[in-house]
């Protein structure tokens, strides 16, 4: 049932990736109008599951929007809120030691409560769909690692005609491209420690886009190139430190 989803959400996406090739949103950053599809995994999650489980299952899928109460330890909110924006800070200094032509960071405070507000929203549109129904069921009979790459790599496809929308070079494309692998093994990885929260995936999800698009001025001179690089470290630890089998195994607990 879980690739009759993913079927299902690509053919969905369709007319909004029409949508994108003729209009624009009203914004100031980079934003194809093609991303209006981002509430397409939810609707058609709710949809699967009222199928499967009947209307009851369909509101507690819906009730994990904000299902904090999940997890187990609170210090996953705070990784979950900083690690992009350390993230993209770091590639901010890469690309000043690298003698890059960058302006200074202008961050609009009263933008950062809206966008944060905007992408929170449309997060939920998508992580009640990728988290919440989709990884669960493909964890059956597969490690993390192994469920995560299948997820992200759905998750990726579905993406791919917005990045083209952009105007941005197939090098871009293809550095954001392997940025997007690395951002949904993040999102296991503090979803399964997070004791399957969707909210926590969510929230990650939301910080990763405003930190993309402050950077440093509307999402000027953001280089996925560059940023891979602390990201790709980042994911290496996460696997290695957690087990790729679970994700959530530290590997240097200590037994009672």
Known sequence: ????????????????????????????????ASSLMAFTPALLALLFVRIEKGPG????????????????RRHWFLVAFLFMPVTLALSYAILRLMGAEIPDPQIPLLAIPLFFL??????????????????DRLMAGRTAIGATFILALVWLAWHVVPYFQTGRSLEWIVWHCLVTI????????????????????????????VAFFLFPVYGSHYDPAVTFVPLALACAGIVFLWSPRT???????RED
């Open 1 to 32: 049932m879980v690739y009759r989803y993913f079927i299902a959400v690509l053919l969905a996406s369709i007319p909004f990736w029409l949508i994108g090739h003729t209009a624009e949103l009203p914004l100031p950053i980079d934003l194809p």
């Open 182 to 209: 690395l951002l949904r093994v993040v999102t296991v990885w503090l979803y399964v420690n997070g004791g399957r929260s969707v909210f926590i995936a969510a929230l990650f999800h939301t910080m990763s886009n």
């Open 247 to 253: 994700l959530a195994h530290f590997r240097y607990t």
């Open 118 to 135: 905007m992408f929170f929203t449309a997060a939920l549109g998508e992580e009640i769909g990728w988290q919440g129904y989709a990884y």
């Open 57 to 72: 299952a369909a509101k507690a899928l819906l009730a994990r929007s904000f299902d904090w109460n999940r997890v187990p």
